[in-house]
């Protein structure tokens, strides 16, 4: 099932995303399933040696503990059968693959975490009214403490394959496995505290951890929200494909970036700004090199719109400078792009988008647009103004 996969390879080499392992569902496949059979193993241990102390030591707490990691047993297999869906290629229905299968697989990771820490809580309640003596000696709390460790090497390899990936499912995995660790802690306390003579700890633990299972499920749940309803790419993406798109010769600018995931399945589309004085081959041969590359780093589809745009004309110089001076003082307006002079026939032209960021309500966009529509045609009378607000999720 593992077969090219090394466990120690996969760990040391997993600190940045892998463009080949993002463009090949089969080693993303099996680098999920390596994932989820470790915490298979190692959690079906952890949750024999947790209950069992639990039971033997009459703490709700520890036995409650088990049940959060037999919870991540059950986990690790959504995360099994989400990259099983995922790595199958596209066919008629689902043309764009199936990817967003792993997001549906972590968005029940999260609805499990909440389901658990309401069960919980419920649990710990009854205990906090009906305190019940805990003993609790060394061995039980060294035990608790070494499944802790296990558990944090456990969230950092599940969290280290899941940066390797791009998968939010693994990641989700890791903070799942994490959970478990503080919660350990938690128990530690309780068992701790009980010892001591304050039986209602373990109840309070109880609480806490219900608490923070409930927590980390809705933080889970809003992490993969946006990208199955289509969220904005993060500013770090962008940045990247700016950067990647200006190793080019001759471009001059870049905007209107769209990203849509599909788990491992990523496509873009872009308008990249070269001088209107190149030939229409050269355009295009800009546009064919910008696609490969981002293939080649960022395993993504890419598809480049080319604006030809006139750099050094005597207009479009003064209108860069009006725009320029009119921009920054604007407390709306936040920058423009795609800005064309065309010579018509009847009367010249001024074309471009105006940028606004994505708070800003449409009303106070139209006061922008019309108001940057007046300031220039002040300076350029005569002169047709077209001016298009761009879209607050397209990013320049």
Known sequence: MFKNISLTDTIIKATVPDAKVLADPGTRTRIGQLEAWVSILINTILTAIKVALGI????LALIGDGVHSFSDVVTSGVVLFGFRIAGKPA????????????YIATLVIAIMLGVVGFEFIR?????LLEPVPITANWIVLLVVFL???MKLWLGQFSMALGLHIESSTLKADAWHHRSDAISSVLVLLALAGSSLGYPALDGVGGVLMGGFLIWTGFAIARSVIDPLLGGPPSSELIKRIQNLCRKQENVVGIHDITVHDYGHHRYLTLHVEVSD????????????QIQDLLRQELGAYAIVHIDPIDQDGEVVLRVKALLDDLISSSQILIGYHDLRVVNQPERRAILLDAMVSSETSISKQQTAQRWLHRELLKAFPDTRIAIQIAPPHVYE
């Open 56 to 59: 033997a030591v009459n703490s």
């Open 91 to 102: 066919d008629k229905e689902h043309p764009f693959g199936h990817g967003r299968a792993e």
């Open 123 to 127: 649990s710990a309640i009854a205990r």
């Open 147 to 149: 499944t802790l460790l």
């Open 277 to 288: 004085q190149l030939a229409a081959q050269e355009s295009h041969e800009i546009a064919e």
